[in-house]
């Protein structure tokens, strides 16, 4: 399952520097002036999974193979992108290929680093950046109004639903709000998805902090969480400066790094783990000699649409699912023992997967 994230917010406020921490590369050039990212960068992070570990130590696997996640660093927008202003609105479509967006806010005081805007606010940053992507939005909707309209008026269903759709992202948008605030009924979902609204994608604010508030974030972070809890959005605190540091250290020295700093994890982990959340996504588990992987699947998804992860043929001849739960199996030590004390269970088509699950399928 692929999954991008765009990371957008105003120059400045620390987008590349997370990005290369989030990639542990320096692609995207981190600097003092606007617009050094003039490329879309994109660069893929191993989703942090301590529980593959464990499995792969008890199963004595070769390989370890997390999942992943794309993240997409778009060049900084500023006050009138969506009508061309500063590198003008050719970023905007490289949002719609991605499935969330993360909104960085900055949440620190430096002088030595510029603010586009002369000022610190955060909450203004996301104003900003939201009022762009709603101006985009209903700009591509008003193009395609007439010629939609036109079809549903000759009696095309599926563009009577579509007018009906658009028309209520107008209003919504009219109003002063992103398309992700709409009721969607879960009929329309599908519909509503092609629509490709940039306001409609999950929203994760980003409240990038100074070294100091990297572990419980600050008065600015605050304000943040409460303007995310209101928008229907996830709100998390890194500081993107020591995550950047840390990404170029090796488990060790990152250990010792993070106790200097009273911190538990590094906070690339938790915004991971955030989107992961946003986007309703969960982890199951193959393992064996060969290789322990992470396979990524929608909250919800049966035994057969954990499998179509694997291979679409693993779906279509899907004939049962033989699973072990993430805490039997370490407990028991792996699957063998697992199987001897009546811990592997053999699941049929109905079966909802749980997070964690150890799987092996069984296909025509």
């Known amino acids: 399952m692929a999954l991008k994230v765009a990371i957008v917010g105003l120059p400045n406020v620390g987008k590349s520097t997370l990005f290369n921490a989030l990639t542990k590369t320096a692609a995207a050039q981190a600097a003092n002036y606007p617009f050094c990212t003039i490329e879309p960068n994109t660069g893929d992070v191993a989703v942090p999974e301590p529980r593959l570990n464990v499995l792969a130590e008890i199963a004595g696997s070769k390989e370890i193979i997390p999942s992943r996640i794309t993240f997409v660093d778009i060049a900084g927008l500023v006050r009138g992108a969506s009508k061309g202003e500063g590198l ?71 563009m009577q639903g579509t007018l009906r759709l658009i028309n209520l992202a107008l209003e ?22 092609m629509l490709q609204l940039l306001t409609s994608l999950p929203a994760l604010y980003v409240a990038n902090v100074d070294e100091g508030s990297a572990d419980k974030g600050n008065e600015l972070s605050e304000l943040v969480a409460k303007r995310a809890a209101a928008d229907n959005a ?13 990404a170029v250290l090796d488990a060790e020295e990152q250990a010792e790094f993070l106790e200097t700093l009273g911190l538990a994890e590094p906070g ?52 049962r699912a033989e699973t072990i739960a993430y805490d039997d199996y370490v407990a028991f030590k792996g699957e063998a023992k697992a199987r001897e004390a009546g811990k592997l269970r053999a699941e049929g088509k109905a079966y909802v997967v749980k997070d964690g699950d150890v799987m092996n399928f069984l296909f025509n």
Request: glycine letters at 6%; one cysteine or more; proline letters at 3%.
């Open 268 to 319: 690339l982990n938790r915004l991971i783990r955030e989107a992961y959340a946003l986007l309703g996504l969960q982890s199951y588990f193959t393992v064996g000699p060969k290789e322990a992987r992470a396979w990524t699947i929608h909250i919800g998804d049966t035994a057969p649409q954990a499998a179509g992860v694997i291979h679409t043929d693993f779906e279509k001849g899907f004939i």
């Open 234 to 246: 996830k709100s998390v605190v890194i500081s993107a400066k020591i995550d950047s540091e840390l």
């Open 172 to 193: 919504q948008l009219r109003a002063g709000k992103p398309a992700r605030l709409a009721e969607i009924s879960k009929e329309d979902q599908k519909a509503w998805h």
């Open 88 to 158: 003008g609105n050719q970023f905007l479509a490289n949002i719609r290929d991605c499935d969330a967006v993360a909104f960085v806010a900055r949440c620190f005081v430096d002088d030595d680093i510029t603010h586009v805007e002369n000022r610190i606010d955060p909450i203004s940053d996301l104003e900003i950046i939201e009022t762009e992507l709603m101006l985009a939005d209903l700009e591509s909707l008003e193009k395609r109004y007439a010629n939609v309209e036109k079809r549903a008026k000759t009696g095309d269903k599926e």
